[in-house]
């Protein structure tokens, strides 16, 4: 079965940085999105920015120019890059994926998660 467990969360001061990591098992599809969501208490579920089969990236405009996404193939393993990080920025974050390209930054049409991981920002 599928399974996605991120790592890299932590604590950071404003302006800092940190690199998520999501590993990817079972998820052998040749289309699909793989994608960094967040939730914060009380919110929706938001896509911060997405990956799809045939390479295009998504973001939210919240993170764009601050967070990048990126994958190794070899070790299906999914990365968010997050510089400048803010106080706004403090929230669950989690993997996911389907077996789908297409509207990658809709958090409703994806399949598989992650447990997720915790970022806090502090000022």
């Known amino acids: 079965q599928v399974q996605l467990v991120e790592s890299g969360g932590g604590s950071v001061q404003a302006g800092g940085s940190l690199r998520l990591s999501c590993a990817a098992s079972?998820?052998?599809?040749?289309?699909?999105?793989m994608g960094w969501f967040r939730q914060a208490p009380g919110k929706e579920r938001e896509g911060v920015a997405a990956i799809d089969s045939d390479g295009r990236l998504s973001y939210a405009d919240s993170v764009k120019g601050r967070f990048t996404i990126s994958r190794d193939k070899a070790k299906n393993t999914l990365f968010l890059q997050m510089n400048s990080l803010s106080p706004d920025d403090t929230t669950m974050y989690y993997c996911?994926?389907?077996?789908?390209?297409?509207?990658?930054?809709?958090?409703?049409?994806?399949?598989?998660w992650g447990q997720g991981t915790q970022v806090t920002v502090s000022s």
């Open positions: 996911a994926a389907k077996p789908r390209n297409g509207l990658c930054l809709r958090a409703s049409l994806y399949d598989y």
């Open positions: 079972g998820f052998t599809y040749s289309v699909y999105c």
